[in-house]
């Protein structure tokens, strides 16, 4: 399978502070970017959808000024949580695939504290 | 709307004893179904998947799912569960006409007994 890398694993920050999230595919090019979140013992869900080049569509209820999306080129994307607060604590995975390709990859994850 | 469910929130099985897991899905169209296995610190693992064809799908690991459309499910099944076996399992529909995009299921915690 495909080898997806996210960085930082972990990371704690303060409330009011900004945390970036980057998500690599390291073997081949990720067209499309799939970004979801998953809270303690519930399911993953889907937080945007961006495609290379393009701005992401943010799904129903998440903020787009607060979950900023960067996907500039075919092998890195990064989610930027601004202005973090403690709700915002949750585990952060990216969802890379290749146009015409029928599987998803997924990143190991971001768990992402804020105090 | 297309949705997954899982019914069973945790499971618990011996050692050795067969596993079957529930999934049911609400979907318009034919679709494309997948089970991810998520164990702690790791990232999410296909295990199978199904677009079409023969209703009972291999994996990996030796898991299988079987596809019954009159049904609306998607159950995954193994015969004899080892104890690394426990982990998260999540059922998934694919939403090929939104760019691809995963629905999950609540998942399902499954511990094994010695």
């Known amino acids: 399978g495909a080898v997806v890398s996210q960085h930082p694993s972990r990371v704690i920050c303060k409330s009011g502070t900004s945390v970036k999230i980057e998500c690599r595919s390291l073997?081949?090019?990720?067209?499309?970017m799939f970004w979801y979140r998953q809270f303690p013992k519930q399911s993953l869900m889907l937080m945007a959808t961006s495609n290379e080049g393009s701005k992401a569509t943010y799904e129903q209820g998440v903020e787009k000024d607060k979950f900023l999306i960067n996907h500039a080129s075919l092998t890195l994307s990064t989610l930027t949580v601004t202005s973090a607060h403690p709700e915002d604590s949750s585990f952060y995975i990216c969802?890379?695939?290749?146009?015409?390709?029928?599987?998803?990859?997924f990143g190991p994850g971001t768990r992402l504290t804020v105090t | 709307a297309q949705s997954v469910t899982q019914p069973d929130i945790h499971i618990t099985v011996s050692e050795g004893a067969s596993l079957e897991l529930r999934c049911n899905y609400s979907y318009g169209a034919t679709p494309y179904l997948f089970w991810y296995v998520q164990s702690p610190g790791q990232g999410l693992q296909l295990l199978l998947k199904y677009f079409s064809g023969d209703t009972l799908v291999q994996g990996i690991k030796g898991f299988e799912a079987e596809f019954k459309r009159s049904q609306s499910s998607f159950n995954l099944r193994k015969p004899s569960v080892h104890w690394s076996d426990a982990a998260e399992y999540f059922c998934a529909v694919g939403v090929y006409n939104q760019g691809g995009k995963l629905i999950f299921g609540q998942g399902t915690e499954l511990s094994v007994k010695p």
């Open positions: 073997d081949f090019q990720a067209t499309t």
């Open positions: 969802s890379p695939t290749s146009q015409g390709e029928d599987e998803q990859y």
